[in-house]
């Protein structure tokens, strides 16, 4: 990235042996890559360089989605996440309703970003090599939100829908703790649908209409 004409790249680095390596390069570019010796977990990188700022990482696989899901929930603080996972995980992301890959984080990465696969890594391109590819996608925040919904109501939704994803949502919902059927009526979805035919805009909408119902059962 430097050598490409990046003004400033601050690289958060857990391992000292990775650290030791990077400090010749810090000295090389001198006042434009700045080391930090830390756990990305803990980091915000938002908290670490002014504006504009944009995320290029290869993930611990572990840790991706624990990691994406921490940035989304401040992803307007960047212009665009490029980021390495593990192809299966990666076409999770941009899966469509109806494929067998769309999930609970189909849903939400979707809502708020638009996600486009970029191009896969092969095996042979590490050392040691994994037993996986991994895929390389790019994450542009959407000048807003899909369509509206509170991000807790949403997270509720899906986790329920998805958890017994071959079940229709008359099933799988009931773990929503409410009734199912005023709660369907009111997103206007036919009860028998299962899941993985919900669009994301469908699944706002059923977000919206548990915040709704959760209000009034509270009131």
Same mark, same amino acid.
């Given at each position: 990235?430097?050598?490409?004409?990046? &003004?400033?790249?601050?690289?958060?680095? =857990?391992?000292? =042996?990775?650290?030791?390596?990077? !400090?010749?390069?810090?000295?090389?570019? &001198? *006042?434009?890559?700045?080391?930090?010796?830390?756990?990305?977990?803990? !980091?915000?990188?938002? $908290?670490?360089? +002014?504006?504009?700022?944009?995320?290029?990482?290869?993930?611990?696989?572990?840790?991706?989605?624990?990691?994406? @899901?921490?940035?989304?929930?401040?992803?307007?603080?960047?212009?665009?996440?490029?980021?390495?996972?593990?192809?299966?995980?990666?076409?999770? @992301?941009?899966?469509?309703?109806?494929?067998?890959?769309?999930? =609970?984080?189909?849903?939400?990465? $979707?809502?708020?970003? &638009?996600?486009?696969?970029?191009?896969?890594?092969?095996?042979?391109?590490?050392?040691? #090599?994994?037993?996986?590819?991994?895929?390389?996608?790019?994450?542009?925040?959407?000048?807003?939100?899909?369509?509206?919904?509170?991000?807790?109501?949403?997270?509720?939704?899906?986790?329920?829908?998805?958890? $017994? =994803?071959?079940?229709?949502?008359?099933?799988?919902?009931?773990?929503?703790?409410?009734?199912?059927? #005023?709660?369907? &009526?009111?997103?206007?979805?036919? #009860?028998?649908?299962?899941? +993985?035919?919900?669009?994301?805009?469908?699944?706002?909408?059923?977000?919206?209409?548990?915040?709704? @119902?959760?209000?009034?059962? *509270?009131?």
């Amino acid at each position: 990235m430097l050598a490409e004409g990046a &003004e400033r790249v601050i690289a958060i680095e =857990r391992d000292p =042996r990775s650290l030791a390596a990077l !400090e010749p390069l810090a000295a090389f570019y &001198e *006042g434009r890559l700045r080391l930090v010796a830390g756990d990305a977990l803990r !980091e915000d990188p938002a $908290q670490l360089g +002014e504006p504009p700022r944009k995320i290029v990482a290869n993930l611990p696989y572990n840790i991706a989605t624990h990691l994406l @899901l921490g940035w989304l929930d401040r992803i307007r603080d960047y212009e665009s996440l490029t980021l390495m996972f593990q192809r299966e995980v990666a076409l999770r @992301l941009v899966a469509s309703p109806g494929s067998g890959g769309y999930g =609970r984080l189909s849903v939400l990465v $979707q809502w708020l970003t &638009e996600p486009r696969l970029l191009f896969d890594v092969p095996a042979r391109a590490f050392v040691p #090599p994994p037993k996986v590819t991994s895929s390389v996608l790019s994450l542009h925040p959407r000048a807003r939100p899909l369509a509206p919904a509170a991000k807790s109501a949403l997270e509720r939704v899906t986790a329920a829908a998805f958890g $017994q =994803r071959r079940k229709m949502l008359r099933q799988s919902l009931k773990s929503l703790g409410m009734p199912v059927e #005023p709660l369907l &009526e009111l997103a206007g979805i036919a #009860p028998t649908r299962r899941p +993985e035919e919900l669009s994301v805009a469908e699944f706002c909408a059923l977000a919206r209409a548990f915040a709704e @119902l959760s209000r009034r059962r *509270g009131a």
